[in-house]
Nanobody, 123 residues
Framework: QVQLVESGGGLVQAGGSLRLSCAASGRTYAMAWFRQVPGKERDFVAVISRTGGGTRYADFALGRFTISRDDAKNTMYLQMNSLKPEDTAVYYC???????????????????WGQGTQVTVSS
């Protein structure tokens, strides 16, 4: 199974920026970011298609977050700008290593997950 490793989380002030990275150990198709706060479900943030030509975002991420991928490096990114305290969460990367053309908002449809990286935005 493909292993995913996130990096780039940390503490930032409101209005600041962070770039998360997700390095994959092998080939993946669609890749996505989710986030979770304690006691709540894991929420969809953004997804990028196998080719990188298609992206979709949660409403809260539109205009502030940008998802991208560099397949030469087997790495996906999430550039987060204009961060708000409500963006505080553990961010997880996910990948579909099975379905060639799927692009999904649903966490249960991804078979590969990273360990998560904490993002904390202070007010």
């Amino acid at each position: 199974q493909v292993q995913l490793v996130e990096s780039g989380g940390g503490l930032v002030q409101a209005g600041g920026s962070l770039r998360l990275s997700c390095a994959a150990s092998g080939r993946t198709y669609a890749m996505a970011w989710f986030r979770q706060v304690p006691g709540k479900e894991r929420d969809f943030v953004a997804v990028i298609s196998r080719t990188g030509g298609g992206t979709r975002y949660a409403d809260f991420a539109l205009g502030r977050f940008t998802i991208s991928r560099d397949d030469a490096k087997n790495t996906m990114y999430l550039q987060m700008n204009s961060l708000k305290p409500e963006d505080t969460a553990v961010y997880y990367c996910a990948a579909d290593s099975v379905r060639y053309s799927s692009v999904s908002y649903y966490s249960h449809e991804y078979d590969c997950w990273g360990q998560g990286t904490q993002v904390t935005v202070s007010s």
